[in-house]
C-alpha cells in the first residue's frame, strides 16, 4: 500500500458557474417522485426479487402514492419481462401511474423493451449509456460522435417502433448515465442530441435524466452540474428534468435536494435507499425532509413500520436502527439532557400546534409511530426521563426535590447493571424504595385506620403490624390526615411538603399522595408515597412510607 493513499485520487473540479441562482432558492412543492425499486434497487440484491415479491412491492408503491415506477429491464431476463407483462396484461397499473422500462442502447434490447410494455395506456422507455472519460475510454472504447451517433441512431429506432403502436402515449427517458463525472459540454452535446432525436415537444413528451451514478463531489458541485444544464438544455420546456442520486459519499439526499433547488423538477430513487453500493437517494428521508418544511409530500408514509416491513420482506436487507425516520433508534433519548427537554416539550405540546418538541425533528404519530421507546434508561439518563416513564406509564407525578432523589437511586442501579433499565424495571425499583416500606418494614406494615372528628379537625386510629402479625394502634388528630398520622406515630417527624393527586386510569385508578418528611437526627429529607384508591389512606400511606425510609435511613444529622 502507498504511504498515503490519498495521492491515487484527484480532486473534483468545481464548476465555472459565477452567477449560480440555486443557493438562495428554497423548496415549496415536492418533485415528481419515480419509484426505481423494481429496476435499480432489484439489480444491487444477492437475490433479485421473485414475481411475488416483485408484485407485493408495487402494490405498495401504488398504495404509498408513486405515480411514476421503474417496473423492471425486461431485456435483462425472463422473469423481468414476464412481471411487466403480467402487469400490464392483469390491469393491475392503475390508471394514473405511468410504468417505465430500462434498457440498453442496442437495437435488439430496445425491441424487447417495447414489445414488453405493448398494449399499456402510457409507458416511458428508458435508455442509457455512460458518458464519462473512464466508460468512453475504457468499457466502450468509443470516440464522442461515435457515441453520439449511436444514441441518435438508438433513439431514431425507437421513434420508429413506437410510431408503429400509437395506442400508447410513449414517453422517452435519456440517461446519460455517469453525469457527474463526465465534462458538461459533452453531457450537454450528448442530451441534445437525444432530445432532437427524440424530436421532444408538446406531443413527445420527454424526461432528461440527470444520476450521480457513482457520487464522486460535494453536493453543491452537482447542484451546479444541474444548474448549468437546465439553464442550457435545448426545447426546456418540453423537457422534464429528472436526477437520480447515488450515495456512495453518503450525501444522495443532500445531492437530491440541492438539484431540485437548482432546476430539477423529478427525483428517482428507492425506498429507504436500497440500490447499488451504497444506495440510491432515500426517497423517504427526501419526502419526509419536505414535510418537516410544511410541503406536503404527496407520498403516504402515514405507516412507515408497515412500509418499512415490506420493503425489508422485498429486499431481504434490513434497515438500520438509526436510518433517518423509520430506524428503530430514530425516535429514542438515553441520555438526560434530551430526556429532559423532550419531556417538557410533550407537556407544552398542544395537539394541532406548530411541533416544536425538541429533540424530535418530527412527531412520530405522523409516521404511525408511538410514544412508547422515546425515552429509554441507561446510566446516561437522568430525572427528565425517568419522570417521564412514572408519568407516562403509571401516573406518578414526581415533584422535582423527589426526582432528584429517585433518579440517584435508578442512576446506581444502571451504573451497576451496565444495561439499560426497561420502564417495568424502573417501576419495581419505584415500589420497592416507596411502596414496600408501608407494606413490608415491621411497625409501619399499614393494616387499617379509622377517621373521626377532632377539635383539631382530623382525628385518625392507625392500626400497624410488626412482621410477625402483632397489631399496634394509634391515635392522635392534626389538620389534616397526613398531620394527624404523623401526630399517631409519635416520632420526631416533620412534613416538608405533601401533595396529593386524585385517582387517574395511569395510576390504576388509585389516588396518589407524595410527602416530603424530615427526622430529627437525620440529614436530609426522604419522599414517601402512597398509592390507594380511597385518597384519605393514600395520605396514610405515604407518611407511613417516608417514616419508615426515615427510620432505617443512617445519615447521621449534619
Ligand atoms: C447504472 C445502471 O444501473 S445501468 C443498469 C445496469 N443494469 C443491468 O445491467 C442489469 C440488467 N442487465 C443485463 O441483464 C445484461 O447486462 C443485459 C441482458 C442487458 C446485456 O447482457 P450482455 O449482452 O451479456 O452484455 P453485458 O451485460 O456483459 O454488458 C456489457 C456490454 O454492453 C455494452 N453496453 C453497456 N452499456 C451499454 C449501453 N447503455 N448501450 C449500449 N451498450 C452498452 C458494453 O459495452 C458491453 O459490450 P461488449 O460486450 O461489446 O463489450
Ligand atoms: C441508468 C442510470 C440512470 C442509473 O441507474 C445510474 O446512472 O445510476
Ligand atoms: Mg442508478
Request: aromatic share 6%.
Amino acid at each position: 500500500m502507498l504511504a498515503n493513499p490519498g495521492t491515487r485520487y484527484r480532486p473534483f473540479r468545481a464548476i465555472d458557474l459565477a452567477d449560480r441562482q440555486w443557493p438562495s432558492r428554497t423548496l415549496t412543492q415536492p418533485p415528481i417522485w419515480l419509484s426505481t425499486d423494481l429496476r435499480d434497487g432489484n439489480q444491487a440484491l444477492f437475490e433479485p426479487m421473485n414475481r411475488e415479491r416483485k408484485l407485493r412491492l408495487f402494490q405498495e408503491l401504488v398504495r404509498i402514492g408513486f405515480k411514476e415506477i421503474e417496473i423492471g429491464f425486461p431485456s435483462a431476463s425472463t422473469t423481468d419481462f414476464e412481471i411487466v407483462r403480467h402487469l400490464i396484461d392483469d390491469g393491475l397499473i392503475p390508471d394514473d401511474v405511468t410504468p417505465m422500462v430500462i434498457t440498453q442502447l442496442r437495437e435488439d434490447l430496445i425491441e424487447t423493451t417495447v414489445r414488453s410494455v405493448q398494449g399499456a395506456r402510457r409507458a416511458i422507455v428508458h435508455l442509457y449509456n455512460a458518458i464519462a472519460p473512464a466508460w468512453r475510454e475504457i468499457v466502450f472504447g468509443m470516440s464522442l460522435p461515435q457515441i453520439v451517433e449511436m444514441v441518435e441512431q438508438r433513439i431514431g429506432f425507437l421513434k420508429m417502433l413506437t410510431a408503429q403502436q400509437p395506442q400508447t402515449e410513449w414517453v422517452l427517458q435519456y440517461s446519460p448515465e455517469t453525469f457527474s463525472m463526465a465534462e458538461l459540454d459533452v453531457s450537454l452535446a450528448v442530451c441534445n442530441a437525444a432530445i432532437k432525436a427524440w424530436d421532444a415537444g408538446p406531443k413527445r413528451p420527454m424526461i432528461i435524466n440527470l444520476p450521480t451514478t457513482v457520487e464522486v463531489a460535494t453536493a453543491n458541485v452537482f447542484a451546479d452540474q444541474v444548474e448549468w444544464m437546465h439553464r442550457r438544455l435545448d426545447r426546456r420546456e418540453h423537457i422534464v428534468l429528472s436526477v437520480h442520486p447515488h450515495n456512495d459519499r453518503g450525501t444522495g439526499v443532500a445531492c437530491a435536494e440541492l438539484a431540485m433547488m437548482a432546476g430539477a423538477q423529478r427525483v428517482e430513487g428507492c425506498l429507504f435507499g436500497n440500490g447499488e453500493r451504497s444506495g440510491n437517494v432515500d426517497v423517504v428521508t427526501l419526502a419526509l425532509n419536505l414535510y418537516t418544511q410544511g410541503v406536503s409530500p404527496g407520498l403516504d408514509f402515514s405507516d412507515i413500520t408497515a412500509v418499512a416491513r415490506i420493503a425489508e420482506e422485498s429486499t431481504a436487507l434490513p434497515i438500520h436502527p438509526r436510518h433517518p425516520y423509520v430506524g428503530d433508534l430514530v425516535f429514542t433519548a438515553f441520555s438526560g439532557s434530551h430526556q429532559d427537554a423532550i419531556a417538557k416539550g410533550f407537556a407544552a405540546q398542544k395537539d394541532d400546534a406548530i411541533w416544536r418538541v425538541p429533540y424530535l425533528p418530527i412527531d412520530p404519530k405522523d409516521l404511525g409511530r408511538t410514544y412508547d421507546s422515546i425515552v429509554r434508561v441507561n446510566s446516561q439518563s437522568g430525572k427528565g426521563g425517568i419522570s417521564y416513564l412514572l408519568q407516562r406509564d403509571h401516573g406518578i407525578v414526581m415533584p422535582r426535590r423527589m426526582q432528584v432523589e429517585f433518579s440517584a437511586i435508578v442512576q446506581a442501579l444502571a451504573d451497576a447493571s451496565e444495561t439499560e433499565l426497561s420502564s417495568a424495571q424502573i417501576w419495581a425499583l419505584f415500589e420497592q424504595t416507596y411502596l414496600e416500606p408501608s407494606r413490608q418494614r415491621p411497625g409501619f406494615i399499614y393494616r387499617a385506620h379509622q377517621c373521626f372528628d377532632a377539635p383539631e379537625g382530623q382525628g385518625i386510629e392507625l392500626q400497624l403490624a410488626d412482621t410477625d402479625g402483632v397489631l399496634k394502634t394509634y391515635r392522635a388528630a392534626g389538620n389534616d390526615p397526613t398531620a394527624a398520622t404523623v401526630a399517631a406515630l409519635g416520632m420526631p417527624l416533620r412534613i416538608d411538603s405533601c401533595e396529593a393527586r386524585g385517582p387517574s386510569a395511569e395510576a390504576g385508578n388509585a389516588a396518589l399522595a407524595i410527602v416530603e418528611m424530615a427526622r430529627s437526627g437525620i440529614a436530609g429529607s426522604r419522599f414517601g408515597v402512597g398509592l390507594h384508591p380511597d385518597a384519605t389512606t393514600a395520605s396514610v400511606l405515604a407518611v407511613l412510607s417516608a417514616a419508615a425510609r426515615l427510620a432505617t435511613a443512617d445519615a447521621p444529622a449534619g
